[in-house]
């Protein structure tokens, strides 16, 4: 092997590896991140049943994509605070414990999925009651200094009369507030039958006539739901409005060590960047005195043209 080659190969692995240097962020010393810690559990309660596919959202949205965009905005309004989601159809589960990682509550509101069609067993708006109280007696036990919310997102519609009745006013003495959110309208709109709801299966059959069937949102049913838990009810037609929703729950906020701290007080990636750039400007002067050199060689001479 020539020392010309040697030093192109030595030059193309430098490359290499101060590339994989620039990514890895090499420094030394730590410096902490200081995140700000609130004192608020927010437990979002919201139905997954399929007439939150309903295409009467904003316009022609589904309902649990206007739900979906306002629980994030939610969580960016309330930075610090523990949320969690529980979820309801045809029977209610935790989907999420309470947590202060932000980012794993926008993951469960995002990965969220409703019946099926033929999955569920009819509508009851206050089917979540009875798990919904255990949960916040239990984050008042482990917690007792901190202050609970809840946010019911849904829209209404009780579509069975079975079972026993449940009143929310059963966990009214547990938490300090939040808000009742409800989406849909009264006229009530079709409802896709794909996982996408796009409506490109069409959409949910009425069984009885075999039209396509229509779900009512029932606002009066959400100002009960609201009433029992004494917390303000809204209408949702339109994206916006969770800043004022955030302020109003009043989070109280106290300097916090987090779990992020940045990867070194002293960076020393620009230092690698900048040898990384010397290579690189090297093999492109390399790379640029081979074309020119083949250049020539390929150019025919004078005499060779007769």
Request: charged share 25%; glycine share 10%; no cysteine.
């Amino acid at each position: 092997m020539s020392r010309t080659t040697a030093l192109v190969l030595a030059r193309r692995l430098g490359i290499v590896l101060l590339f994989v240097v620039v990514l890895l962020r090499p420094g030394f010393g730590r410096a902490d991140v200081p995140t700000q810690v609130a004192d608020i559990d927010v437990v979002v309660v919201i139905d997954r049943t399929r007439s939150m596919a309903a295409l009467d959202h904003h316009g022609h949205e589904p309902r649990i994509t206007g739900a979906k965009a306002d629980l994030a905005a939610l969580a960016g309004a309330l930075p610090g605070a523990r949320f969690a989601m529980l979820a309801f159809g045809t029977d209610a589960r935790v989907v999420l414990p309470l947590t202060a990682d932000t980012a794993a509550f926008e993951a469960a509101v995002e990965t969220l999925y409703l019946e099926r069609p033929k999955d569920g067993v009819g509508s009851r708006a206050d089917r979540p009651v009875p798990e919904l109280s255990a949960m916040l007696e239990r984050a008042a036990e482990k917690s007792p200094e901190r202050r609970r919310l809840v946010v019911y997102v849904g829209d209404g519609e009780d579509t069975t009369s079975g079972g026993e009745d449940q009143s929310y006013a059963d966990v009214d003495e547990l938490i300090a507030g939040g808000a009742v959110l409800g989406y849909g309208s009264t006229a009530g709109a079709p409802m896709p039958q794909d996982d996408d709801l796009d409506g490109s299966l069409g959409y949910v059959q009425d069984p009885e006539t075999g039209d396509d069937a229509v779900s009512r949102a029932d606002p009066d049913n959400l100002e009960r739901i609201a009433e029992e838990l004494d917390v303000p009810f809204e209408r949702r037609t339109a994206p916006g409005g969770m800043e004022e929703l955030a302020e109003s729950f009043r989070a109280s906020y106290t300097d916090g060590q987090g779990s992020r701290e940045r990867p070194a007080e002293h960076d020393l990636t620009w230092l690698a960047a900048v040898l990384l750039l010397g290579l690189l400007l090297g093999e492109l002067h390399a790379g640029w005195r081979a074309v020119w050199g083949s250049r020539h060689v390929l150019t025919p001479r004078r005499g060779d043209m007769r």
